[in-house]
């Protein structure tokens, strides 16, 4: 059905609510104020406001708890909203939440470069075409939040998550950033900002570590591009996870109410980040208990818990031991309220499928991706000629590396309909010539994908195990492991639950401070996964075993080869061992202490059986091109910003016999090492999007001529860091001992 009001599920039980021009959400025949789309939003909310319980107020405040599971289809949103409209007493719609950094996270949608490629174009313009884009297909899918633009700065590239920003400089930062707000404000997304504020500022390139900043610093650097998002329309802020100063930003007062809302304006809400508020208690330590930490967040100026963890029962406890008062949760939902009807979700809650088939990853939107992948490349260095790569001359090409079969998008990546890899695109560019086109893999990155895509994986270093290389054990049917848990934490008696599964990324169990599993009434439990290893080759593989929360013990066919002790904390296990492709069975159990509860487990093939061949092919190449790639992301700072070891030595082996090499990097962060200063030719592609591989041909091959602009500084080495081009003048030079204190690239 279709009315004036827009799109009306078929599943709907009550039609009649619909009316011409506006939704009975309340069911009572009357056009009340609140859905009554000509009277102001402030009406509106007031409206509803006073019409709702205590428990209807908390609701509002519970968005990410609503739904309850990921939302795959437009189909599934739809009913998820019609059981929110039509069988609620006021029927509130839900706010449903994605990301949407260089693309709306979900199934076939567009996936742009990641944030730091975009910064690199210099282009706000391109970037507010690619918000709009992004915009009308997150919105097209059913969402109306965004946990997205990353504004904060990436002032030293040591920040694992320096790929999801604008780079180091505040007014280009803030260019983009006003750019990006501005568009999903004008197509009804809800743009968030984060992390509010100075999240990857402290020592040592440390993501969400405690940040040191006199106020005058502050205001001329972080905030610039929060201010510029908030005045372009950001209805949301999300609060980093770090302290300014000792003060958790999540409860800052000063940051959250003064600053954002006093000085600046701002009418939306602020969201913590993932499990901030009970952050509050076991990391930070400034609350003793949860409705201590509900209190202090709440009063400082934040609304919305992500996800609901403390916002439940603590909250209501606090309300009733006078810590907060109702007033603070009506002003709360308040803006929450306000954000919902500005952006038309009452007037307009549900999504047309087909007009969310036409707009999701269609060919406009497409060739808008590989514009952006174009503009964003940037050529490091060029000498003697190397490229382009002239069809008419080179006779042998050599193409080595995983990351040019495998195209790497980056950090929160959507699943695009379809991706052209830079394998891919090269050999289209060598159709009907005489090149003769070798590739070998050497190095395979697809250990840690599906369709071409590379999902990294945070904390282990690795790529995430994933599902096609398990299998449960023997007798044991379905896709997966076999996940065992106990309510205890050394797996006495009968699991509670016993069953086939897997995270769909990979082996990567979150359970943060919540259980996993609904049985599970204890705060320490034990989890035992088992199955089979089914490498895809043979060799020597590192595996990484990451734990926070507890202790894991990893066995392989019997023997225990890992393990890991994090209690309250986190950390990691490495150790190489040599698999075949007959497989191998594995044990791994967690055993939960206190704290974030989490495991995953990763791996990567460290001895390529086809680096020798893969030399002896470059002896008589002409040209080689080598895609080397790194391991960054969330979680996944670098103390050292080298490749890896193996790649590292490798380019090192292929210079020896052959000078006409290329390097394409795949990064989002800037590599150091000696290789540098010896190959000819090195192309930073970053994470060029779904059309990257396209991109990156066109440049090799001369059909266009790159003028990307690194977005930060480059250095020579991690020991000049931080570096960044306007640093305040010194008494002294910037030259070390035995360094140069200029960069390597500006």
């Known amino acids: 059905m279709e009315g004036r009001r827009g799109f009306i599920p078929p599943s709907s039980k009550l039609p009649d609510i619909y009316r011409d021009g506006w939704i009975d959400f309340n069911k009572n025949g009357v056009l009340d104020p609140y859905e009554d789309p000509s009277r102001p939003v402030d009406e509106r909310v007031e409206d509803l406001l006073s019409r709702m319980t205590l428990e209807e107020k908390l609701e509002v405040l519970r968005v990410f708890k609503r739904v309850g599971r990921p939302l795959r289809t437009v189909e599934e949103v739809n009913e998820a909203q019609r059981r929110a409209v039509e069988e609620s007493r006021l029927g509130i719609p839900l706010l449903l939440v994605t990301e949407c950094l260089h693309g709306c996270m979900a199934f076939e949608t567009t996936q742009f470069p990641q944030a730091i490629a975009l910064a690199a174009t210099w282009d706000p313009d391109l970037v507010y075409r690619v918000a709009k884009a992004i915009a009308k297909e997150t919105r097209a899918k059913g969402f109306r939040q965004c946990f997205s633009p990353v504004v904060n700065l990436a002032r030293d590239v040591r920040c694992g998550r320096t790929e999801e920003t604008y780079g180091e400089d505040p007014y280009l930062a803030s260019l983009m950033a006003r750019s990006f707000c501005k568009a999903l404000r004008e197509e009804g997304v809800i743009a968030t900002p984060k992390h509010f504020a100075a999240n990857y500022i402290a020592e040592g390139g440390r993501d969400s570590h405690e940040a040191h900043l006199s106020e005058r610093i502050l205001r001329e650097t972080e905030l610039q591009p929060f201010y510029a998002g908030v005045k372009a329309g950001a209805l949301s802020i999300m609060a980093a996870y770090n302290s300014l100063d000792g003060v958790p930003c999540s409860c800052n007062r000063w940051l959250l109410t003064d600053v954002l809302r006093r000085e600046w304006g701002f009418e939306g809400f602020v969201v913590s980040d993932a499990w901030a508020v009970p952050g509050l208690i076991s990391k930070h330590r400034v609350a003793a208990r949860p409705e201590e930490a509900v209190a202090l967040c709440l009063k400082a100026g934040l609304e919305v818990e992500l996800p609901t963890v403390l916002w439940g029962v603590p909250l209501e406890d606090a309300l009733k031991a006078g810590l907060i008062a109702e007033e603070d949760i009506d002003e709360a939902v308040r803006r929450v309220l306000k954000a919902m009807f500005a952006v038309g979700l009452f007037d307009e809650p549900y999504v047309n499928p087909e007009e969310a ?62 991706v052209v890899t830079p394998l891919e695109a090269i050999r289209e560019k060598l159709a009907g010539s005489r090149v003769e086109l070798e590739y070998l893999e050497v190095f395979p990155v697809e250990m840690g994908c599906d369709n071409a895509i590379q999902i990294r994986n945070p904390n282990t270093g690795f790529p995430l195990l994933r ?66 290893f089914n490498p895809p080759k043979d060799g020597r593989y590192a595996v990484c075993l990451w734990v926070a929360g507890g202790k894991a013990k990893l066995s392989v066919d019997g023997r225990v080869v890992a393990e890991a002790d994090a209690t309250g904390v986190s950390a990691r296990k490495k150790v190489v061992l040599n698999l075949s492709t007959r497989g191998h069975s594995f044990s791994l159990e967690y055993s939960r202490t206190r704290g974030y509860a989490a495991v995953r487990l990763g791996w990567e093939l460290v001895d390529s059986p086809e680096s020798e061949r893969a030399l002896e092919l470059a002896k008589t190449a002409d040209t080689v091109v080598f895609f080397a790639d790194v391991i960054e992301g969330e979680e996944e700072d670098r103390a050292v910003l080298r490749l890896p070891k193996s790649q590292e030595e490798f380019i090192e082996r292929l210079l020896e016999v052959n000078r006409n090499v290329v390097v394409v990097l795949i990064a989002g962060s800037p590599v150091v090492g000696e290789w540098l200063y010896k190959v000819p030719a090195v192309v930073q592609a970053w994470y060029p999007g779904e059309e990257g591989g396209r991109a990156i041909a066109d440049v090799l091959f001369g059909d266009y001529n790159p003028g990307g602009k690194l977005p930060f500084t480059w250095p020579h080495c991690e020991g000049q860091l931080p570096l960044y081009y306007n640093a305040k003048p010194s008494g002294r030079v910037y030259d070390y001992v035995n360094a140069t204190g200029a960069p390597l690239y500006p």
């Open 357 to 418: 088939a036409k707009t999701v990853g269609c060919e406009e939107h497409v060739r808008l991706a590989y514009e952006a992948a174009r503009k964003a490349i940037v050529l490091l260095k060029n000498e003697g000629g190397v490229l382009p790569i002239d069809r008419g001359k080179v006779q042998r090409l050599l193409v080595l590396g995983g990351a040019a079969k495998t195209l790497k998008l980056g950090g929160y990546s959507g699943v695009p309909k379809r």
């Open 467 to 532: 599902t096609r290389y398990v299998s449960p054990p023997e007798g044991y049917a379905g896709e997966g492991v076999r996940i065992e848990i106990f309510d205890n934490p050394s797996f006495e008696g009968k699991p509670v639950a016993d069953y086939v599964g897997f995270y769909w990324v990979g082996f990567r169990f979150e359970w943060g401070y919540g259980k996993p599993h609904e049985a599970v009434k204890s705060d320490n439990y034990s989890v035992r996964f088992t199955g089979r």
